[in-house]
């Protein structure tokens, strides 16, 4: 554990694969230790993490959870790749909060009243559910009776993101099991995901993880059961 502050645990059992991930914060050993590693900025305003409560997705973090729990590699690598990983899912946790405290809007939010909230929860899941297809927001504002900007407003306060981060998202995730467990082409993949050809494929998701999709492809393809 020396990517770690003293007192922190790790456990991770080649034996069983991740499924769920908990991150527990020990609030100024842990904060210490970042800030001496890298650097002061670190929002030490580890009391308003419940700024976070109730925000369901956040795309930056949510590229993190997948990296870990798409990690394949073994002993003294696989120890170093996941310290790093928590690691930086804590800065970027206090780092969210910190951008939430500073927003103008932060104390003067509007409370999102029971029913329209059971109408962007199901709009949620109309979106995951159709990721793929072309999705008009004013019909989707029509449908949850709101003006567009209050639907826009809503979505992103409900799920922390813009209905369009939530669905490129969506196509990400999906892309990315296509490419990592089957032996769908490319561009059949980009068809599948909700894009017209290769090219606007391959620049989002490049956009996302950095590589293009064969190179993703090529990284973390699993090993074919004989």
């Not at 073994?74 to 804590?90: G, R, T, V, Y």
């Not at 969210?96 to 500073?102: A, S």
């Not at 103008?104 to 709009?123: G, N, T, V």
């Not at 567009?148 to 369009?164: P, Q, R």
Request: with cysteine.
């Amino acid at each position: 554990n020396d990517g770690l502050p003293p007192g922190s645990t790790t456990i991770f059992s080649a034996q069983y694969p991740i499924h769920g991930l908990i991150v527990l914060i020990s609030p100024q050993e842990y904060l210490s230790f970042l800030q001496e590693r890298y650097g002061r900025d670190i929002s030490p305003d580890v009391q308003n993490l419940h700024i976070l409560n109730g925000v369901r997705h956040v795309p930056e973090l949510s590229v993190i959870y997948d990296q870990i729990l798409n990690y394949y590699g073994s002993d003294f690598a696989k120890q170093l790749f996941m310290e790093s990983k928590l690691n930086e899912l804590i800065i970027l946790y206090l780092q969210r909060v910190k951008v939430l405290r500073e927003e103008p809007s932060h104390s003067k939010r509007i409370r999102i009243k029971s029913e329209d909230l059971k109408y962007i929860q199901k709009i949620t899941e109309y979106v995951r559910e159709h990721f793929a297809e072309t999705i008009s927001l004013s019909e989707l504002a029509r449908t949850a009776n709101m003006s567009l900007s209050k639907f826009k407003y809503c979505f992103k306060e409900v799920n922390g993101t813009s209905i369009s981060g939530f669905q490129n998202h969506l196509r990400m995730q999906c892309a990315k099991k296509l490419l990592q467990t089957g032996d769908l082409s490319i561009k059949e993949i980009a068809l599948r995901t909700g894009y017209r050809n290769i090219s606007s494929f391959s620049t989002a998701f490049r956009k996302s993880e950095g590589i293009t999709p064969t190179a993703w492809r090529q990284k973390h393809s699993r090993p074919r059961r004989t």
